[in-house]
């Protein structure tokens, strides 16, 4: 059973359903719309006079608070962020089930998906395993988007489409969210006033009963909301097509050098629920169709190259130098970097993550730089070029080798040890840790991971510690870490950045670790 609930902050929301045989499956869905939640589900024994042979009907709500008074029960899932998240067990017992959750930072609402049967449901669209959407063309007013089919429709024979959603702030990872947006400037909508017509949610279908008397204390009777308190939407600042079973689409009537962002959902047509491709961002082409952009010298240039494309940098120093410095940064794929100074070929060479190059200078010259993007899709990345090597750089320093050190026989079941490189630069080094999945590999990582987003892109509760570090002697700069407080048998992925002068960060290779599972 799907349902969708409306609820208010810092106050939770208990709900209840009952298995009434061992050995049943479930699995259990929760899609936040509108701001990160804190869910958990656990479950309790059943009350005597719940078991043996019943009506059907469902059990009177004072019972069941008896029973969550007496029997705090087994915490079986918990979450907190705002990620599609989900419960699943192929043979659960019978018992009271509780679904507890909590919203901290405003009203909002979320989806949520229960079945005790989710072989045969599978009500969501499935994703290929290359779940990206790529911009295959690019112009001035236009964006032309593709994505691979899901394999739901060819091979489950379920009706699909496939809907495409374009703001200009950021992606959204579900169509709940999307909608959410969609329907108010700041906020799902406005919150309901005592007395007036909402229902947060009607569990009655799957046998849910919430648990806090929400609707008996406001006095809330019916399931729609009222029109009158809806926030109006803002047409100009996002958009939700629906397109069918296509999975090419050119998004038309765009302004001229602005970025906007693009989300794909596949639809069952039949279930009403979604799932979300990888998102991607695009910047339109200049109205003036300039083909060389000036570089400043010291200044860092936000670079966007479409698939297969070209992008070419200038750069003219106003006095004379003897060196010129060139920062490279590729957020995503590789990139192609060709530099030429006065026609003359001076570098050629392929870049991916961050490379710092030293040019030999000469008196008036002026340096072309061709960028050529990857074949696999469009490319974001960062460059700055400056002749005062002296001064204080946006990029921070790096070391030739920028990888994650983890020693092996200093892992415990709580904690891992990890090592890395400094420079003689006193910098400051951010770790983050985030647990995955055992099966989470090198390809999954380089696809869902921008190399140019920096610490203020983590969540809060990743970060592990931030510190100053340098060593006047190069053999001696390394550092070590103990990050403690994880679980056994768990896989992490670490990373590491470095922060430099003016805010700019660069990522160090992330390392995949596992705790161990018996100590």
Known sequence: MSQTIFFFTSSFHRYYFVVEEDNTPLSV????????LEWKLTLQELPEEASGEGSGEPEPLDQQRQQVTVDEGTELFNYKGNDVESYVATSTPSGLYQLELLSTEKDSNFKVYATTTPESDQPYPELPYDPRV????????TVTLAWKPTPTSSLMGQPVQYCVVINKEH?????????????????????????????????AHFGFVHSDGFGKDRGLTSNKISRAYMAKPKAADILK???????????????????????VFAVNSATNTSTAYV???????????QKTVELKDGKVS???????GSKFLRFAPVSSHQRVILFVHACLDAVQVQVRRDGKLLLSQNVEGVRQFQLRGKPKAKYLIRLRGSRKGASTLKVLTTTRPSSKQPFPS??????????????TCASVTVAWLGTQDRNKYCIYRKEVADNYGEEQRRREQNQCAGPESRRKSEKVL??????????KAVTTETITGLEAGKTYLLDVYVVGHSGHSVRYQSKLVKTRKYC
């Open 279 to 289: 998102g991607t961002f695009a910047r339109t082409k200049e109205e003036a169709r």
């Open 241 to 263: 097509v629906c397109i069918g079973n296509k999975n090419i689409f050119t998004v038309s009537d765009l302004k001229p050098d602005m970025q906007y962002y693009f989300d």
């Open 171 to 203: 992606n959204f990872k579900s169509m709940c969210a999307a909608e959410a947006k969609i329907n108010a400037d700041d906020a799902f909508m406005l919150a309901p006033k005592p007395g007036r017509d909402f229902s947060p949610f009607d569990f």
């Open 134 to 141: 790529d911009v295959t063309a690019l112009g001035r007013t």
């Open 466 to 475: 931030c510190k100053y570090f340098h060593s006047p002697n190069l053999q």
């Open 398 to 411: 790096l070391p030739e080798d920028t990888r994650i050190k983890a020693f092996d026989k200093l892992r």
């Open 302 to 308: 936000d670079v966007f190259i479409k698939r297969k």
């Open 29 to 36: 869905t929760v899609i936040p719309c509108d701001a990160p």
